[in-house]
DNA sequence: TTCTCGCCTGAGCTATTGCTCATAGCTTGG
DNA sequence: CCAAGCTATGAGCAATAGCTCAGGCGAGAA
C-alpha cells in the first residue's frame, strides 16, 4: 500500500518535474494537467528536488570552480572564496586570480562608508591593486602591513599602497620601515615609534586584508626578491617553516614560528586567527602546502585561487 | 573583444546559474555576490538557461514517457497524448493505460455543465470505465459508437456505456443494432430508424470520444469477439486494412476502407479529420501499424499508450 | 572627433512561486 | 467500532522571478 502510493506519489512528482524544468510550464499549468491543487503541484516539484529525481549538470569550466569554492568555504569555514578556472596556457598565471582580487576590491572600496583595507605581498595582490577601477574614495584608508623599505634602504619597487592610493584618493600608511631589521631587540624598539604604531593601529582595524602566500622552499619570493638570505631561508625551513604571509613564516600546521627572520620582521603579524575578514591570494602546485597550512591554522579566513590549486588544497 | 566579452559573460551565466539552481540561491543573493542588478542577474540566469550551459536529467523511468508524449503530440500535432511506464512483467497489459483513461473520464465528467463522452471498443476502454470514480452527473450523456448486439443476437457482453452510465447516473445511449448488418441495404435502412438516428445524433455532438484501436491481422479483436468471420477478416486485409476504430478498418495511411465490412457496418464512422477530442488508447506491438495509420490518418486526435508503443510509432 | 545605432542596464510592475496555517481524511491502536 | 494522531490538502499571503520600458553607454562609421 504504501510503497504503490509512494511509488505513485513519486510519479507524479518526476511528472511535475520534468513539466516544470524540461517542459517549462508553470505550476499552475501543471496542477491543471495533473488535476491538482497548485499547491499540490508546488509540493510535487518541490519533492522532485527534494527526492533528487531531477539532476541539475552545469556544462561549463566554471561550474567545476564554483563547486570547488563551495568545497573550500565549507570545509575552512571561509568567509569568501573564488576560485577561477585554471588557464592550460600558463599554470602559474597569477591574472586570473588578480583580476578577481581587484574586483574584490573593487566592492570593497565603493562603498560610501569609510573602509579601511591592508594589503600584503604578493604578485596577485600587486597586479589586483593594478586593476583596481580608479574611484573617488578620500574617506577610505589604506594600510600596508609590510615594511617597503627593502634591504638596500631603497623604497621597494611594489608600492601597492600607494597605487591604490593614487586610484582612490584615499589616505594611504606605508609602512617606511625595511623588511627585517638586523635584530629583534631593534625591531622591538622600531615598532614603537610614533608612526609605525599609528600604520599598526590602523591596520589592527582593517576591514579587508588582502594578502599574498608565499611558500618556504627555494624558490621562495621573499628570498627571491632579495628580503632575506639564502641562510635565512634556509634557516626558517629546518625549523619547519612551510609559507609566509607578509613574510611571517610558520609551520605545516599554520602556527607562526617564534624563531628565526620572524624576530626581525618588522611586518605586521597575522591574526590567529583572522578576525578581519583576511584573503589571501596565490595559485600553484608549489604553494599548495604553504596555502592548506595557512588554511587550517586560520592565518587567512578567505582564499582567491585557481581551480588546479583549489583541487589540490583539497585532495590533501 | 566581443569573444572576450561574450566569454565572460558566459562565465557569469554559468556563475549565476551554478549559483541558482546548485546552490539554490536566490536571484537577489547571487546578484550581490556578482555585484550586479537583480535584473541582471536575472539575465544571466535566463542566458544560461537559454544557451544550454545548465541542463535537466530526470533519472526516473517517467522521464522518457513524458518525453515521448510530447514527442508524439509535436509529430501527430495531438490535443492530448499521454505514455504511461510499460510494464516489463506484462507488456501488453492494459492497466496503466486504463488507469490513464479512466483519469481522462473522471476529469471529463468532473464538469458541473453537461458533456457528452462516446465510447468505442477495446479492452482498455472496458477496463477504463470499471475505474471511473462513481460521481453523480445526471445531465452528462454516453453514447455508444458501436452496437452492442453480437453477431448471435444477446446483448454485448461489453456494455461500456451503461457501466459508465451506473457509475455517473447519466443518461445513456447505447446502439441496439448488431455489429454488422447482412448487406449494404439493410445498413442503410437501419441507420434511418429513429433510435439509431437519435443516437448517431448524440454522438455526433460527442465533446469526448474515447475509442480502441485494433489492428487487422489473424488475431484481430474484432474477429476473436466473433463480430466478423475469418473470411470477412481475410477479405479486408486484402483490401489493405491494418487497423480499426469501433469496427471501421482503415488502411496503412489512415483512409477508411470503402468496401467489404465497411459497408454493412452500424458503427458510428470516425470523423476524418476527427472533430471532437477523438482518444485512442490501444498498446502492444502488433498495434503499432494501426496506431501510426489512425495518427497520420487523423482518425484520432489523441492518444494514450505505453512507452514501448510510443517509441515504436515514433521510430517507424 | 562626433554622430548614430544598438545592446545593455535598472526601475517598476505583474506573474509565479514558496510557505504558513487551519482543516479534512486516513491510519493505527485501543 | 471508535477515537486519537498524523499526514495530506487547499486558501491566502509574502517573497521571488520575469518582463517591459525608457534611458545610457560603447562600438563603429563618417
Same mark, same amino acid.
Given at each position: ?13 518526476a ?8 517542459? *517549462?510550464?508553470? !505550476? ?6 495533473? !488535476? ?55 599554470? /602559474? ?19 560610501? $562608508?569609510?573602509?579601511?583595507? &591592508?594589503?600584503? $605581498?604578493?604578485?596577485?595582490?600587486? &597586479? ?12 577610505? /584608508? #589604506?594600510?600596508?602591513?609590510? %615594511? @617597503?623599505?627593502?634591504?638596500? *634602504? ?13 586610484? $582612490? %584618493?584615499?589616505?594611504h ?14 625591531? @622591538? ?11 599598526? =593601529?590602523?591596520? &589592527?582595524? =582593517?576591514?579587508?586584508?588582502l594578502?599574498? #602566500?608565499? !611558500?618556504?622552499? !627555494?624558490?621562495? /619570493? ?6 632575506? $638570505? ?11 617553516? #612551510? ?8 609551520? =605545516? ?5 617564534k &624563531?628565526?627572520? @620572524?624576530?626581525?620582521?618588522?611586518? #605586521? ?10 584573503? %589571501? ?12 597550512a ?6 587567512i ?10 583541487? =589540490?588544497?583539497?585532495?590533501?
Open positions: 500500500m504504501a510503497a504503490e502510493n509512494d511509488k505513485s506519489r513519486l510519479d507524479d512528482a511528472r511535475a518535474g520534468w513539466l516544470y524544468f524540461i517542459a *517549462g510550464h508553470t !505550476q499552475d499549468e501543471i496542477a491543471k494537467m495533473l !488535476q491538482v491543487s497548485r499547491a499540490s503541484a508546488q509540493r510535487l516539484v518541490s519533492l522532485c528536488l527534494a527526492e533528487r529525481l531531477i539532476t541539475f549538470r552545469l556544462e561549463h569550466p566554471i561550474a567545476a570552480c564554483m563547486e570547488l569554492a563551495a568545497r573550500l568555504k565549507e570545509r575552512f569555514d571561509l568567509v569568501h572564496c573564488e576560485v577561477v578556472p585554471a588557464d592550460p596556457a600558463a599554470p /602559474q598565471a597569477v591574472a586570473g586570480i588578480a583580476e578577481r582580487c581587484a574586483n574584490l576590491l573593487d566592492s570593497t572600496l565603493r562603498s560610501e $562608508t569609510p573602509v579601511i583595507v &591592508a594589503l600584503g $605581498t604578493g604578485r596577485a595582490v600587486r &597586479a589586483a591593486v593594478e586593476r583596481v577601477t580608479p574611484i573617488d574614495r578620500p574617506n577610505h /584608508q #589604506i594600510v600596508s602591513l609590510v %615594511g @617597503n623599505i627593502s634591504a638596500d *634602504g631603497s623604497a621597494s619597487f611594489y608600492d601597492t599602497v600607494g597605487r591604490l592610493a593614487d586610484r $582612490t %584618493g584615499a589616505r600608511y606605508p609602512m617606511p620601515l625595511p623588511f627585517l631589521m638586523s635584530s629583534e631587540d631593534e625591531r @622591538n624598539k622600531m615598532v614603537r615609534i610614533e608612526p609605525i604604531a599609528k600604520v599598526k =593601529a590602523v591596520a &589592527a582595524k =582593517a576591514d579587508l586584508r594578502v599574498g #602566500i608565499g !611558500q618556504m622552499d !627555494q624558490k621562495a /619570493q621573499v628570498h627571491i626578491d632579495g628580503f632575506v $638570505t639564502r641562510d635565512e631561508l634556509f634557516e626558517m625551513m629546518r625549523l619547519g617553516a #612551510i609559507g609566509e604571509i607578509t613574510g611571517w613564516a610558520y609551520d =605545516a600546521k599554520g602556527r607562526l614560528l &624563531a628565526g627572520t @620572524n624576530k626581525r620582521l618588522t611586518s #605586521i603579524p597575522p591574526e590567529v586567527p583572522a578576525k578581519a575578514t583576511t584573503i %589571501g591570494a596565490a595559485v600553484g602546485a608549489a604553494k599548495v602546502p604553504a596555502i592548506a595557512a588554511l587550517n591554522g586560520r592565518l579566513n578567505g582564499l582567491i585561487t585557481d581551480e588546479a590549486t583549489a583541487r =589540490a588544497i583539497l585532495e590533501r
